[in-house]
């Protein structure tokens, strides 16, 4: 009886494990957005809701302002 290799034998058992149903981590949608947990410090928190509250705009459209406004700035291409 031969040894099997620990290399295929462990390709055999990723096979198995990514077919399982919840072996994918899957996100519901809300419209197309994704949704995203930060931990922010809370002074900065303030500082964001504060301009936001100045911009009549909502905390999170307020974030995903600033974070376009960086990405821009830092000229970081959208994947197409």
């Known amino acids: 009886m031969s040894i099997p290799k620990l290399k295929s034998t462990a390709r055999k058992a990723e096979a198995f494990t990514a077919e399982a149903p919840d072996a994918r981590r899957e ?3 809300r419209g197309r957005k994704q949704p995203l947990a930060l931990n922010l410090p809370p002074d ?3 500082k964001v809701d504060t301009v936001a509250v100045r911009e009549e705009r909502s905390r999170s ?4 302002m600033l974070i376009r406004l960086g990405l821009q700035h830092w000229q970081v291409r959208e994947a197409a």
């Open 27 to 29: 996100y519901k949608l």
């Open 44 to 46: 900065l928190i303030a």
């Open 61 to 64: 459209k307020m974030i995903e």
